[in-house]
Every structure is written in structure tokens, then in C-alpha cells.
């Protein structure tokens, strides 16, 4: 159980914004949302994590909202490389990840 | 560092044979993390290990899958006898240690056909 809820897919155009929902109504206060992509065959990547406040690095930003009961991945310029399988996942604790089903990320030229 | 490295990258054989999957984690990495990817079921956790020891192999399918981890620096999947079923993508991860803070890292898998 990946106790998160995201679109099963997604489309963009190149070089414009995408911004990758992920509800997870059920998080506790110490759990952090991570995000993680695949891209076609190759292994999940790591992409950003965050608690509570909002988290940039050079990849993503993560836009986590004020109860935390979701979250939004924002992609600032698609390219076509970063289609891709979107996850957010939420461990618990001392748990492992536990992947779902994802979001397919489709980048229109 | 050369992130997670697995071998080999591909491996095809038949059924009844047995199979051996191995991982390298990242240098200081405490965590190990086995996991499957079908089409069908997805991302699987198979098995991790929290400094070399087993903690959770809920996710082993069947008692023809065993891992060990017999230092910090290599763990081993082996399926005998595997099975046509067994055909899949076979991913190690590491990480610091397991949980919400820690993120991560996977290795580049072994795909794993058994005709």
C-alpha cells in the first residue's frame, strides 16, 4: 500500500511547467513525501523529499500544502527527457519505500 | 562514487537453473534493498537488510528466493530452481538507513528472463 493517490498519467509541452499531483491524506506528522521517477528502462531516481516546507534542489520543487494531506511536483521547464514514471510515496518510520503505480509523464515536443 | 552497482545486467537462462544476482551498495550506505518490476505487479519490495542483517523479507515470493548480505559491500539474490514466472527486472537500492528521512539510491538493474 503506497497510501498515496496520484494520476495514473499526464501530459506536457516541452519547456513549459508541469505540476505532478499526489494526495496523501493519511500522513502523519513525521513522515516525509518523497519523489522518485523512472525513466524507460533504467532504475527509479531519486528526485526531491521534504516535510513540511516547500523544497527546491536542481531537479524539482516540491510544494507540500500547509495540513500536508498533499503535495504537488513542479518540473519548471519540461524537456523531453524527463518523461517519465512520476512516484510519490510516503514511508513511514523506520519502513522502506513501497511503490505504486505512479504518474506517466508524457513530453510533447 | 560509482553509485549502486548490479551484475550482470542481463542474464537469461532456463527453467530449473539457478540464478544469481549480485549488488554493490554505495560506500557507507547501511541499507540494502531488493525489489522486483513486472508489468504486471509493478515495483515489488523483495527484501532489505539494515547493517548486513535481514529485517523484512515479507516480500520474498516463494522459498526458492534467498538473499544474503555476507559484508556491507555485496548482497546476492539467487533463485533455485527459477521458474518462467520469475522473469523480470531485478533492482538493489541503498541508503543511509530505511525510512522516511533517507532517500534512496538504485542501481541501473539486472533483467532477468527464464525461458
Known amino acids: 500500500d503506497a497510501k498515496t493517490t496520484q494520476p495514473n498519467s499526464m501530459e506536457s509541452n516541452e519547456e513549459e511547467p508541469v505540476h505532478l499531483p499526489c494526495n496523501h491524506s493519511t500522513i502523519s506528522g513525521t513522515d516525509y513525501i518523497h519523489w522518485y521517477r523512472q525513466l524507460p528502462s533504467q532504475g527509479p531516481e531519486y528526485v526531491i523529499h521534504?516535510?513540511?516546507s516547500n523544497v527546491n534542489n536542481r531537479m524539482a520543487s516540491l510544494a507540500i500544502a500547509e495540513d500536508r494531506k498533499s503535495s504537488t511536483l513542479i518540473l519548471h521547464r519540461a524537456t523531453l527527457r524527463d518523461a517519465a514514471v512520476y512516484y510519490c510515496i510516503r514511508p513511514s518510520g523506520n519502513t522502506p519505500l513501497v511503490f505504486g503505480k505512479g504518474t506517466r509523464l508524457s513530453v510533447i515536443a | 562514487d560509482a553509485g549502486v552497482i548490479q551484475s550482470p545486467r542481463h542474464e537469461v537462462t532456463e527453467m530449473g537453473q539457478e540464478v544469481t544476482l549480485r549488488c554493490k551498495p554505495i560506500s557507507g550506505h547501511n541499507s540494502l534493498f531488493w525489489y522486483r518490476q513486472t508489468m504486471m505487479r509493478g515495483l515489488e519490495l523483495l527484501i532489505y537488510?539494515?547493517?548486513?542483517?535481514?529485517?523484512?523479507d515479507s516480500g520474498m515470493p516463494e522459498d526458492r528466493f534467498s538473499a544474503k548480505m555476507p559484508n556491507a559491500s555485496f548482497s546476492t539474490l539467487k533463485i533455485q530452481p527459477s521458474e518462467p514466472r520469475d522473469s523480470a527486472v531485478y533492482f538493489c537500492a541503498s541508503s543511509v538507513a530505511p525510512g522516511t528521512f533517507y532517500e534512496q539510491y538504485f542501481g541501473p538493474g539486472t533483467r532477468l528472463t527464464v525461458t
Open positions: 537488510f539494515n547493517n548486513n542483517v535481514p529485517i523484512d
Open positions: 521534504g516535510l513540511t
